[in-house]
């Protein structure tokens, strides 16, 4: 079956250290991106890839940091930079154009302590 | 600034019966609205997508509407069953050229019982 993969589902961390969070898709998809879900607040994009070997940053990308050497995969970092790293992380990809949806892991909660 | 704002924020329902949440937006320029089911510790799965043209959209039980001129969206569902219960979000696309920017509103905890 065709899908995403986030790895690990629970992730736990001591502040300071950096963390990576793994995202996985066999869809086939161009784009990819990765969202921050916080309760009582809507998703919000931290960085977004179009194709492969680029990116771009989403709007709360301080303290994160990607790659995309694989079309398949978009690991992201969770750095020491970043002031608040505990919360939901969701991956997504999807086709390109405007009428299309976005497919979705299901997720990795961090917790920093 | 583009807002999507969905009410009620939580709602708890006996099984069988329906409800309709509502999403109320200020986006622009308006590109398509989406709904999206989301379960507890899981990712959202889209239900449905509408652009402009469209006033009304159903998925099975789910039925949305979008009325453009007013801004406004809901998302019915009927004869709820236990396995309805998630958090349900609204998402406006706004386009720009090339490019797609899409907020997303807060959700709507919905609880089915027995």
């Known amino acids: 079956d065709g899908g995403i993969t986030q790895s690990p589902k629970y992730l736990f961390r001591k502040e300071g250290q950096n963390v990576t969070l793994s995202c996985e898709q066999n869809?086939?998809?161009?784009?990819m991106y990765w969202y921050r879900q916080d309760p009582g607040q809507g998703l919000r994009l931290i960085y977004y890839s179009q194709i492969v070997n680029d990116f771009q940053k989403g709007d709360i990308a301080e303290g994160y940091s990607v790659s995309r050497e694989k079309k398949e995969s978009f690991p992201l970092t969770v750095t020491s930079a970043q002031k608040n790293p505990t919360a939901f992380y969701l991956c997504a990809s999807s086709n390109t154009g405007t009428l299309v949806a976005l497919h979705f892991g299901n997720g990795t909660r961090l917790t920093v302590t | 600034k583009n807002q999507v704002e969905q009410s009620p924020q939580s709602l708890i329902i006996l099984e069988g019966k329906n409800c309709t949440l509502q999403?109320?937006?200020?986006?622009?320029?308006?590109?398509?609205l989406r709904w999206y089911k989301q379960d507890t510790g899981r990712g959202p799965v889209s239900l449905t997508i509408m652009t402009f043209s469209e006033n009304t959209k159903s998925n099975g039980r789910y039925t949305a509407t979008l009325d453009a001129d007013t801004k406004q969206s809901s998302l019915h569902i009927t004869a709820s069953q236990l396995s309805d219960s998630a958090s349900y979000i609204c998402?406006?696309?706004?386009?720009?050229?090339?490019?797609?920017?899409?907020?997303f509103g807060t959700g709507t905890r919905l609880q089915v019982t027995l």
């Open positions: 998402v406006v696309s706004a386009s720009t050229g090339t490019a797609s920017k899409l907020t």
């Open positions: 869809l086939n998809h161009d784009a």
């Open positions: 999403c109320n937006y200020t986006v622009s320029p308006f590109s398509n």
